[in-house]
């Protein structure tokens, strides 16, 4: 049988050797210049890469509010106007931030490695605008190199190509998009007062159901009742659950934390992760622990609230960023001052505390 076109020994295309090489003269070039105090950003393929719109990294209120009673043409000037002028930060900052110090604490223990995080910048405005955002990235001293600018288009089609773990933003529509292509995804909502976060260690918290793990499990809640529900847990405790929509990011946190727990660094470890779901521990506890065993991941803390409000625990927790499915909980985290990112999975979009939202609206109409 004749090798198949663009392939060598082992399987490697041409393509794939072509890039590398890429990659490398790329490196050398900037490893010889000797004049950028800035790192080198990691290749792609090793890096976590975290995608941050624009408008969750500034505060773009203002413009926002130009763009929409003045149209585009007064925007980009407006913002042409202002170009030396840098945004106040935004939502997602502190998240970047803390993003940035791990990578900082990673370069100490491993100089040589691209296991990194690497932040690209995702924004639907048009070239003319990216001075200003520029001008503001190197003002607040942020390590973001790659753009993606995407001139009034939908940056969500390029997410695969910048190889994306991660994707905030403040649009629903393209958070659900992203989902849709298999991306994990969360809409970032901000706090009228946020509590004060950590300087030197990255906390990330996640809802269980329909985040890390399928909504398998809730579709019962919602459609059958709790005590149905529990049974159901008992009766599948062995039986891993389906991943959810930000599996994957957690399995790459949990990648880089071990790069700490190899340097003997694990109670100094700068990430963090915590589990807050609305779970009962002794009643359906055991198959999420047991689900994240099988799956060769780990979180630091697990927290079980047996329906009680998550807002009071996370304003203990201060996490950079709580993801959470539904709304209600979102609500509650933002009421206590903590950063949290609505993920649109699952049985969950169809409910509105507890009360299925097709029955609110028809009770609405009449």
């Given amino acids: 049988m004749s090798k198949p076109e663009g ?27 000797k004049t950028t105090k800035k790192p080198r950003p990691p290749k792609p393929s090793n890096a976590v890469t975290i995608a941050v719109s624009s408008r969750t990294l500034f505060n773009m209120v203002k413009e926002r509010k130009v763009f929409e009673e003045e149209g585009l043409e007064r925007y980009v000037a407006h913002q042409l106007e202002l170009e030396d002028q840098p945004f106040t930060p935004g939502v997602s900052f502190p998240f970047v931030k803390a993003l940035m110090n791990v990578n900082a604490r990673l370069r100490e223990l491993y100089p040589d490695s691209e296991e990194l995080f690497d932040i690209v910048l995702m924004t639907n405005n048009h070239a003319q605008v990216g001075v200003r955002l520029i ?13 993606c600018m995407t001139g009034g288009e939908s940056p969500i089609g390029y997410l695969k190509a910048y190889m994306t773990n991660l994707y905030l933003s403040k649009d629903s529509k393209k958070v659900q998009e992203a989902i849709e292509e298999g ?19 990255l906390r990330v918290a996640f809802d269980g159901d329909a985040v890390l793990f399928s ?19 008992k009766e599948f405790e062995n039986k891993p659950l389906a991943q959810g929509p930000l599996k994957c990011f957690l399995e790459a946190l949990g990648k880089l934390q071990r790069k700490f727990y190899a340097k003997n660094q694990r109670n100094s470890c700068p990430i963090r992760t ?25 979180v630091d803390e697990a927290l079980f609230l047996a329906g009680a409000p998550k807002g009071p625990l996370l304003q203990k927790i201060r996490p950079h960023i709580f993801f959470d499915d539904q709304m209600f909980h979102i609500e509650g985290a933002q009421e206590l001052g903590t950063i949290a990112a609505h993920v649109p999975y699952g049985i ?19």
Avoid at 135 to 144: A, E, G, M, R, V
Avoid at 188 to 201: G, K, P, R, V, Y
């Fill in 135 to 147: 001008n503001s990235i190197n003002y607040y001293d942020l390590t973001i190199e790659r753009f």
């Fill in 7 to 33: 392939t060598e020994r082992g399987g490697q295309s041409n393509s794939d050797n072509g890039e590398e090489k890429d990659w490398a003269a790329v490196k050398a070039l900037f490893d010889n210049a």
């Fill in 348 to 366: 969950g979009q169809k409910y509105h505390k507890g009360k299925y939202l097709a029955t609110i609206i028809n009770e609405l109409k009449h």
């Fill in 183 to 201: 991306i994990a995804a969360a809409t970032m909502f901000a706090c009228d007062s946020e509590n004060e976060l950590s300087d030197t260690q």
């Fill in 215 to 233: 909504d398998e499990s809730e579709i019962i809640v919602k459609e059958h009742g709790l005590d149905t529900f529990f049974r159901h847990e």
């Fill in 274 to 298: 915590y589990l807050v779901t609305a779970r009962s521990a002794a009643s359906a506890g055991a198959r999420v622990l047991k689900t994240l065993r099988s799956w060769g991941l780990e």
